[in-house]
């Protein structure tokens, strides 16, 4: 694989993204109290402008992805019943986006999105949504978020869900990442590990791995010594994507629950770990509060080990909620092109850099990360694999405007395509809908008929990318 990426001491950073001459003025408008919750504790949250003309070394990355986290799921974000004090306090210490969204509905095309820059549909293994079977997965010649970032001189590190693939063919090691510590499979019973085939899936490189204690507690604890870690002047990416609050719905200390589930996977069951029987709104609300929690100790770790000023730590989910999830206001859920199957909280950090309890309503997308952290770091796509995301350092480093584009999606028998306020959306009924998300982000107030011309505008660009994506395998 070749890699274009250039090497840069961290010293000299500053002046690769960290100065420019003219800041743009954003003129980001505030939106109402009511539809936009302040962050807890934060009445000063204001909307995004760009500490332009600060210098600073390259950072480190702490990439963290919840799994099938709500939009709504956190407190900052409006959650009347769940409580999120870590993550709300990142929230306070950066930027909290409100109109940010993955790349797609489930769980593997979404890491795709991240790990390529691209649209899922064009790689095969994006195809799949999400990866069930040993048949796709990531292209290890294909140059990933690691792979380029580590061509310019990072330390990569992958600690927690893969769903990019299976061994023999692929693996983190494969595509980028130095290390990697976690399961290759899209979900596994917390204490066991046993995934959806009853295989166990714990794994150190290429390894198994044997630890039978909780599982959100063993990738805590990994994570916590990686950042703590000496790693002398070299920054580092680590990818920490958590399993919760993945079903199956077990708690920490639920090994009764636990026992039940195991016995159903080994008599052959084979949707035991969908858990159809079992959760609840309180059970859920347990899962997103330890992994506040769990997060919360990570971040300690990074603030002991003196690194966090130099730290950019990103936070959001791999898709939208599912079936406990709280979304309101928005419609739809996990592997829908609903707002709530995309739409997912996000949050970035980087006290170097950002001005602290800020807040965006900039519509932006998975790929759109890749890009921005590529730039950040100092690593230049692979120019055989144009980006499909658009990188965001000058919006958050150099005060400059984010011009108007479309973001697309595509999964089977749906699709969507959002440019401004404006959404295109055809549901499985295959009826073309258009929606103004500025008057109504719940989806209801279809303005196809009042609107024909932007519907078919739309319309065209949702085909025009088509045509240049892998077609689904019959």
């Not at 919360?296 to 080990?305: D, I």
């Not at 829908?336 to 996000?346: F, H, K, N």
């Not at 790929?367 to 980006?387: F, H, M, N, Q, V």
């Not at 549901?427 to 989806?443: I, N, V």
Request: with cysteine; charged share 25%; proline share 6%.
């Amino acid at each position: 694989m070749s890699s274009h990426a250039s090497k840069l001491s961290r010293r000299a950073f500053g002046g690769v993204v960290g100065a420019s001459a003219t800041v743009a003025a954003l003129g980001t408008a505030a939106t109402p109290a009511a539809a936009t919750p302040a962050v807890a504790d934060a009445p000063q949250e204001r909307p995004f402008r760009a500490a332009a003309g600060r210098r600073s070394r390259r950072p480190n990355i702490l990439f963290i992805l919840g799994d099938d986290l709500g939009w709504a799921d956190l407190s900052s974000y409006g959650a009347p019943h769940i409580r999120t004090p870590h993550l709300d306090r990142l929230a306070r210490q950066g930027v909290r986006f409100t109109d940010a969204y993955s790349g797609s509905a489930t769980c593997s095309p979404t890491r795709f999105s991240l790990y390529t820059g691209l649209y899922p549909g064009r790689t095969k293994g994006g195809l799949a949504e999400p990866i069930a079977d040993r048949s796709a997965g990531l292209d290890p010649n294909h140059p990933t978020l690691a792979s380029l970032l580590r061509g310019a001189g990072y330390s990569t590190a992958l600690i927690g869900k893969w769903h990019c693939g299976y061994l023999p063919d692929y693996s983190p090691t494969r595509s980028g990442w130095d290390e990697f510590f976690g399961n290759f499979g899209g979900a596994l019973e917390y204490y066991s590990k046993l995934g959806l085939g009853g295989e166990y899936d714990l794994y150190e490189g290429d390894a198994e791995y044997k630890d039978l204690r909780y599982y959100t507690r063993i990738l805590t604890e990994r994570a916590s010594e990686y950042v703590r870690r000496d790693h002398g002047d070299t920054p580092w990416l680590l990818n920490l994507n958590f399993t919760t609050p993945h079903w199956p719905w077990i708690a920490d200390g639920d090994e009764e629950v636990s026992a039940e589930v195991v016995r159903r996977i080994k008599a052959g069951d084979r949707r035991a770990l969908f858990h159809d029987d079992g959760g609840s709104v309180e059970k859920y609300t347990e899962m997103v509060e330890d992994l506040d929690r769990s997060v919360g100790q990570v971040l300690a770790a990074l603030r002991e080990s003196g690194q966090e000023r130099d730290t950019l730590v990103f936070f959001a989910s791999d898709n939208g909620g599912e079936r406990f999830s709280y979304n309101w206001p928005l419609s739809g859920n996990k592997s829908s092109l609903q707002e709530g199957g995309i739409r997912v909280p996000t949050i970035v950090r980087w006290p170097a850099r950002f001005d602290a309890g800020q807040v965006s309503h900039e519509p932006v997308f998975t790929p759109d990360w890749t890009a921005t952290l590529l730039e950040i770091g100092g690593a230049r796509p692979d120019p055989a694999y144009p980006l499909d995301g658009t990188s965001l350092a000058g919006y958050l480093l150099r005060g400059e405007e984010l011009a108007e584009r479309d973001l697309f999606w595509r999964v089977r028998g749906e699709r969507a395509v959002r440019r401004g306020d404006w959404k295109y959306y055809r549901g499985k009924d295959g009826k073309d809908r258009l929606f103004d998300l500025s008057a109504d982000r719940r989806e209801q107030a279809d303005r196809a008929a009042d609107e024909p011309e932007r519907l078919a505008g739309l319309k065209a660009v949702w085909e025009r990318v088509d045509k240049g994506l892998l077609p689904y395998p019959a």
